[in-house]
């Protein structure tokens, strides 16, 4: 009966029981979701070292239901998609399976960052083909702007985890290459990759109160920037948690400034 209700479920959303942005942003959900839960499961060996309240390792969350997520996750997320085409399902795919090879191989090395410069553009690419089924020239922008922020991003990451990973052994760009040239490449790629959306924004004519949300995410990502250069490992994290907000609204603000989110 479980099995049938959810397949259900899932024909009726993917066939038109949700609008199409509100079915995309479900299936993003979803996918992210067996992501995170892969992850954990990952991770919980090292977690009840160094991160002991975490679900999987406090014993709150068991092994079955974290696999469960996993591959309900992907399956929902991607029969979402599918209401969008073949196309978006691809998408979908490319962007799960950089998760998944981040989360099993690419995350205690050097290459994990190359994970998160794959899968960040994909966000904004999966939405919009999503949706329209192409993408806009000015795209041409904003794709190798969020692979710098993605990059950035990733290094600010692996900062906050930088001690767990020394005590447990893990290898990451970081323990290797040391934290204050890991600040400097990650404030190189972030701005880096500001630099290229303003000049999208420059090149295509930009206006209107989309640049307020610009301006906001700036501000935003400049806060998270000072935060990750701290010593305190619990402040760096909340300085990576809030570079990716501030990027999140910038994004916003880019889309809305040359109207492509009404």
Do not use: C
């Amino acid at each position: 009966m479980l099995n049938a209700g959810l397949t259900t479920s899932i024909a009726f959303l993917a066939g038109g029981g949700l609008s199409t942005a509100a079915r995309l942003g479900l299936a993003m959900l979803a996918l992210q979701a067996s992501i995170g839960a892969l992850n954990d499961l990952v991770d919980a060996p090292a977690d009840r070292i160094v991160k002991p309240a975490k679900p999987i390792s406090a014993g709150v969350v068991g092994r079955p239901l974290a696999i469960f997520t996993v591959v309900v996750g992907l399956i929902v997320g991607l029969a979402l998609a599918a209401g969008s085409g073949p196309t978006t399902v691809v998408i979908a795919v490319i962007g799960v399976g950089a998760g998944y090879t981040y989360d099993l191989r690419l995350k205690g090395s050097v290459w994990g960052p190359a994970a998160f410069a794959v899968g960040v553009p994909l966000l904004p690419v999966f939405a919009w083909v999503g949706v329209t089924g192409t993408l806009p020239t000015p795209f041409v922008g904003l794709v190798p702007a969020a692979v710098l922020a993605g990059l950035g991003l990733a290094l600010a990451n692996a900062m906050a985890d930088e001690e767990a990973d020394r005590l447990t052994g893990i290898s990451t760009a970081v323990t290797r290459l040391g934290r204050p040239v890991a600040w400097r490449l990650h404030l190189v790629a972030i701005v880096g990759g500001l630099s290229v959306a303003g000049a999208a924004l420059l090149a295509f004519g930009g206006t209107g109160p989309g640049l307020v949300l610009v301006a906001s995410g700036g501000a935003i990502i400049a806060a998270g920037i000072a935060m990750t250069g701290a010593d305190r490992s619990t402040r760096r994290r909340h300085g990576w948690e809030i570079e990716a907000l501030g990027i999140g609204v910038l994004a916003a603000g880019w889309l809305i400034t040359l109207r492509f989110v009404s």
